[in-house]
Nanobody
């Protein structure tokens, strides 16, 4: 069974940092590009970042560029998102998603940025 499980969310003050992880199983993780997508309360999904299968390319939404860093460890079947300089508008449920057909999403992890 293809499975993605996010972890690492929580409550953080503005300006703080969090590191999200996404553990993958049931497929050849290193063969697929991976994405982080978030959904804020009352809003639609927003793509945040992507990384290709061989760590040779990373991509970011303008809203997080310079503050978030995506990475992966193919030996550990794990995707990461380092989030620094967090802002209240970063509050959302964060999902990892695999770029296979059909796409597979995890269940998400809540990130709340508030003082």
């Amino acid at each position: 069974e293809v499975q993605l499980v996010e972890s690492g969310g929580g409550l953080v003050q503005p300006g703080g940092s969090l590191r999200l992880s996404c553990a993958a199983s049931g497929f050849t993780f290193g063969s697929y590009a991976m994405n982080w997508v978030r959904q804020a309360p009352g809003k639609g999904p927003e793509w945040v970042s992507a990384i290709n299968s061989l760590n040779s390319g990373t991509y970011y939404a303008d809203s997080v560029k310079g503050r978030f860093t995506i990475s992966r460890d193919n030996a550990k079947n794990t995707l990461y998102l380092q989030m620094d300089s967090l802002k209240p508008e970063d509050t959302a449920v964060y999902y990892c998603a695999c770029a296979m057909e059909p796409p597979v999403w995890g269940r998400g992890t809540q990130v709340t940025v508030s003082s």
